[in-house]
């Protein structure tokens, strides 16, 4: 047992390394001005598969909902009054598709009449939830550094934190983060935003509010078969939580102790293409989820349970957070094959079962997120990493073109890779239950490896 868990987890190693680049992406030349918020539209200019079943409203209704608009429109420039009335044409801004049904108005209303987190500002973090929003392209995983005057600060800090990591070097050099582990949890900031807008607002609220917190109802059906199995896969990942009933229960969310100077950094401190505070919070919130409550925002590692890397999250990390801030039933397809050495030796499943897996997600209203691989002359795998399929078209001779997201290139718009290309290299994806199930021949358990994990642990007790 110990080796099956301990296979496991070295072949989705790769899984936790961000960085990887690709000089074949066409049209992905860099925006001039990270700072300027791109008009909005449904689509983002390319053809996409998504749609949202929300009724949709453009309209002020209410006394509440026109006195709220106008607190929140005295806070804007020019600039974000005009994305902010965008919001309200395309009924983004009256989206109610929340855990507790507030619409991202609510949400905005709250972080600029209530009080926010030490060293945060008000008027930042409504422009970045507002930017956000309507236009999900801008997230980033990039690291900003550390001032002078912070520096001091930050070593102590994280050296306090080191007793919790795997490694426990006791180096100034750990907050200097060039290359970001937060893939996973990019990816996932990114999906919250653009498939569920007030839930993400209600995140940004929660978590930019004194509380560093954000609760959330799930149902537990859909982290586990049972609700023993979703209790105990909830006390692995030690994430707080209350049952409501057999049924569900309310859990917390919050990012590491060290995310609030990293965000009070990025407050005062941003540069293009670096992380915004709102960024740092969400993006360690969700590295928390998954790392069982291991991680460090100021050195960008983690320890935790299942995971012998001390950089980002595997893939049944990656599978947990999804279920849990999405409270869905997803499972993660494995599609590619590797040994215990890390070498790709073939495949569970042909890629036009693959392709089928991601287009009729897709064409649910999904956004995909996978891992995908680089691999060495060996085919021994060197660098893997996480991006969002929003969308797929065809081209001018009828190749199928999937529309993307990476939150590690530094290019704050969609790009686009070739079906040929890029499914070959996936080794994952997210997706619903219903559309492989009827596949589940390729499927494995996402719980297996814990399942295993939790009787390796009993039988040594």
Known sequence: MVEKINSLIKQNNYNTISGVKNTAVPNCEKATNTNYIP????????????????????????KDEKNKYTKVVSRLDKNGRKVLDMLLKNGLLLNSNSNDKSTVLDNLYKIVTEPRAKGLNADTILKDTIATISYPYIITQQFGDIPEQY??????????????????????????????????????????AKQMPAEFARFAQALSSPSLSVTKKIGLNNLADNTLNAVWLLN???????????NSAELTFAPDKNA???????????????????????????????????YNSLSDKRAGKFNQNDKGLIEFEKTFTESVV??????????????????????????????????????????????????????VIVNGHEISVVGYKKDNKGNMIF?????????????????D?????????????????????????????????????????
């Open 421 to 461: 290309y890029l499914i070959p290299k996936i080794h994952h994806a997210a997706l619903p239950q219903s559309i492989v199930e009827k596949d589940l021949n390729i499927v494995p358990n996402w719980v297996e490896g814990i399942e295993n994990y939790k009787q390796m642990k009993n039988s040594a007790a």
């Open 39 to 62: 008009q909005f539209t449904a689509s983002s200019g390319v053809i996409n598969s998504q749609t949202q079943n929300i009724q949709l409203r453009t309209s002020l209704d209410t």
């Open 260 to 294: 609030i100077l990293r965000a009070q950094i990025q407050t005062t401190n941003k540069d293009a293409y670096e992380r915004s505070p709102l960024d740092v919070l969400m993006q360690s919130t969700f590295m928390q989820v998954g790392s069982q409550q291991s």
């Open 403 to 419: 529309i993307c997201n990476d939150t590690d290139d530094n290019i704050p718009k969609p790009i686009e890779y070739s079906a």
């Open 151 to 192: 520096r001091d600060e930050a070593i102590k800090a994280n050296n306090s934190d080191k007793s919790n990591l795997l490694d426990s070097s006791n180096t100034a050099n750990d907050i200097d983060v060039e290359h970001s582990g937060t893939c996973v949890a990019a990816s996932t900031e990114f999906k919250l």
């Open 326 to 379: 999405f409270d869905k039933n997803i499972l993660s397809v494995t599609y590619q094959t590797v040994d215990e050495n890390a070498r790709l030796v073939g495949y569970e499943t042909d890629m036009e079962t693959t392709k089928r897996h991601i287009t009729e997600a897709l064409d649910m209203g999904e956004t995909v997120i996978l891992g995908y691989t680089q691999t060495d002359a060996d085919n």
């Open 236 to 246: 692995a990942f030690e994430v707080p939580f209350k049952m409501n009933d057999f």
